[in-house]
Nanobody
């Protein structure tokens, strides 16, 4: 059974850091990504990694809104995607989702992803 399970969300203060994890089971994917959905808004495409061969994934996209504060990487041995978030701001408050795609083309469209996690809530207080 294919599953994506996020963890690591919580309530933090502005300026804090938080690390989210997305453990994939059932198979590996050439494309893994993070999205978030702020309250009352649409999904925002945050970051994407792409498999480049062997055990290597490269970061292929980081949104301008989080560039310099967030880092994404894939641990192939654990089949787990991470999102390290730093200098958090109240506007980072959202439900964070990981997503996986069966093909290797980069995309930020939610419809292009085949599997989704259940989401994890991140709340940043001011």
């Amino acid at each position: 059974q294919i599953q994506l399970v996020e963890s690591g969300g919580g309530l933090v203060q502005a300026g804090d850091s938080l690390r989210l994890s997305c453990a994939a089971s059932g198979r590996t994917f050439p494309i893994m990504a993070w999205f978030r959905r702020p309250p009352g808004k649409e999904h925002e495409f945050l970051a994407l990694v792409r498999w480049t061969g062997g055990n290597t994934y490269n970061t292929d996209f980081i949104a301008d809104s989080v560039k310099g504060r967030f880092t994404v990487w894939q641990d192939s041995a654990k089949n787990t995607l991470y999102l390290q978030m730093g200098s958090l701001k109240p506007e980072d408050t959202a439900v964070y989702f990981c997503a996986a795609r069966n093909t290797g083309r980069r995309t930020g469209r939610t419809d292009d992803f085949d599997y989704w996690g259940q989401g994890t809530q991140v709340t940043v207080s001011s």
